[in-house]
């Protein structure tokens, strides 16, 4: 992925204490990072916070950015692997009584349901991978790398994740 | 597939941008601290050598010198007495004298020599603590009912106009009585406070435990709901006014100054001050947005979440944080200057008022308990 000039100096403006660069860098990158966290969690609550806390999690580690790499997909891997750890975390509440964390459903039902229902219907790993493909739009290898998996894993979770999708919708 | 995932609609998108950017700002300048605007340059802080303070108070003749210092630090042009508060409600506040309320119009009743207070959920009372007693107050100073207990502690009101509970601690742990006075019951024997009622219309209470947990309890059917892991020291516990986030400021050593968790007891936020420390906030009414005053080495500063810059720098410590009502104007405890600040929140204006201590008959700095309308 190539950082457009821009981007980059954006991120130098933050690094350098910037608020209207930062502002801009939220501005773009926050409608994926919150689409990907609730894609992932089927939660809006939950999709603020970890995209929330990703955005902070980016700023603590701004310093140390390599600029000549794209924002975007270093944001969106802390999101997902948020992500991917909130809903692990939800299964296993849901088993310890407590019922005041687990969200109520979405009171209105989004356009795009049957898919979503068919997602939510994956484990957290397989739909994680999917939504960094098809929503993010990563290469497999990228995939690999910000999830600490072998590509082959990628590749077969895909594999997978698009039967069950296919199968469901 | 790509476009089927393009189809789902996203809920809520935009609001939790517009929620989360002061977030994400304020985190930014507590990284990079932004210097002071130029319309602050009127508000006169002087940098005091701590060396200096600490060899004026060694002597009688270092009164002087304090006396000197106390003239230079803090807002120029201070008012010196409280004529009026800047909007509309009443205070309660703590002093060596005892807990008085103050009225907009700025005068002043002392209720009693009580040591904590808190207000009843529409201010129409005051619950009060003695070392080994809890009173319910009329505003006038009128006790309507008292409840002898062993070292009571953090009294919090809360309830609807029909039904009322106050939480605190005392010996035997975190208690709660029916606001008038009867059904005193013990809700955790762990529990050691700080303590703070979850906005709603349920009686579900946040509390650190003697493990230095934080809970939250339904104080009805006395279950609790979440614990998290033992945290240390907790200072202060709060909720944003719609009960979704609660704010734990905690001891000096711990890595996280701060952790906001979500209504379900997960962490949300950490703030973290490399060099320094959160040495208070206030949940600002009606949003998400904090006041956070931050101490790093001799000086303080204070931001809002919600605004741009630093609204106020000076020596000293920035403490009990209190909002007015309406959201619009902060009141800044700063006990080196001796005075309360008013700061309004968009940072086009600020008030003080000098000599704090002495209209409160107090030798130690006075704490203010709340802001009511």
């Given at each position: 992925m190539r950082v457009g000039r821009d981007e980059r100096a954006q991120v130098r403006g933050a690094q350098r204490g910037s608020v209207s660069d930062l502002e801009a860098l939220f501005r773009t990158h926050w409608p994926r990072a919150y689409r990907a966290a609730y894609l992932v969690t089927h939660d809006a609550a939950a999709a603020e916070d970890i995209a929330q806390e990703s955005f902070l999690a980016a700023i603590r580690a701004l310093d140390s950015f390599d600029r000549r790499r794209p924002f975007g997909p270093w944001l969106h891997r802390i999101v997902v692997n948020r992500a991917i750890d909130w809903s692990r975390a939800r299964r296993l509440r849901s088993e310890v009584e407590l019922v005041d964390s687990i969200p109520a459903p979405n009171p209105a039902a989004p356009t795009g349901g049957d898919t979503l229902a068919a997602l939510a219907r994956l484990s957290p790993e397989h739909r994680a991978v999917v939504v960094m493909r098809y929503a993010l739009e990563f290469t497999p290898g990228?995939?690999?790398k910000a999830l600490d998996l072998?590509?082959?894993?990628?590749?077969?979770?895909?594999?997978?994740?698009?039967?069950a999708l296919s199968e469901e919708l | 597939m790509k476009r089927e995932l393009e189809r789902i609609g996203i809920p809520d998108e935009h609001e939790a941008r517009e929620r989360t950017w002061p977030v994400v700002h304020a985190a930014f300048a507590v990284r990079q601290p932004v210097p002071q605007p130029s319309h602050w340059r009127w508000v006169a802080v002087v940098a005091v050598a701590l060396a200096a303070t600490l060899a004026a108070t060694l002597s009688q003749p270092g009164r002087a010198v304090i006396d000197e210092i106390r003239e230079v630090v803090g807002v120029d042009r201070a008012q010196p007495a409280l004529f009026s508060l800047p909007t509309s409600g009443r205070l309660l506040v703590a002093s060596d004298a005892g807990i008085w309320v103050v009225q907009e119009d700025g005068s002043k009743r002392l209720l009693g020599a009580y040591q904590e207070a808190t207000w009843s959920p529409f201010g129409r009372f005051v619950a009060a603590t003695l070392q080994n007693e809890l009173a319910a107050l009329e505003l006038d100073g009128d006790v309507r009912w008292t409840l002898a207990r062993p070292r009571v502690r953090y009294p919090r009101w809360m309830g609807t106009e029909t039904d009322t509970r106050i939480a605190y601690v005392d010996r035997t742990g975190l208690r709660v009585v029916a606001g008038d006075?009867?059904?005193d019951r013990l809700l955790s024997r762990g529990g050691r406070g700080p303590l703070a009622w979850r906005p709603g219309e349920e009686f579900v209470l946040a509390f650190a435990d003697q493990d230095g947990r934080v809970a939250l309890v339904d104080a009805d059917s006395e279950r609790i709901l979440w614990r998290t892991k033992p945290l240390g020291v907790v200072h202060d516990l709060e909720w944003s006014s719609d009960g979704r986030?609660?704010?734990?400021?905690?001891?000096?050593?711990r890595e996280n100054d701060v952790v906001i968790y979500t209504r379900g007891g997960l962490p949300f936020t950490r703030i973290r001050v490399?060099?320094?420390?959160?040495?208070?906030t206030a949940a600002r009414p009606g949003s998400h947005a904090r006041a956070v005053a931050i101490r790093e080495g001799d000086d303080s500063r204070l931001f809002v979440t919600d605004a741009r810059g630093t609204l106020l720098a000076g020596p000293g410590v920035f403490q009990d944080l209190a909002w007015s009502p309406d959201g619009r104007w902060l009141l800044v405890g700063w006990p080196a200057a001796d005075q309360w600040v008013f700061v309004r929140a968009d940072g086009r204006g600020i008030r003080a008022v000098s000599?704090?201590?002495?209209q409160f008959r107090s030798r130690s700095f006075p704490e203010v308990h709340g802001w009511v309308p």
């Open positions: 990228e995939i690999a072998p590509r082959g894993t990628v590749n077969s979770r895909l594999r997978r994740g698009l039967d | 006075g009867t059904r986030r609660l704010l734990a400021r905690l001891g000096p050593s490399p060099a320094g420390t959160v040495t208070a000599n704090i201590s002495e």
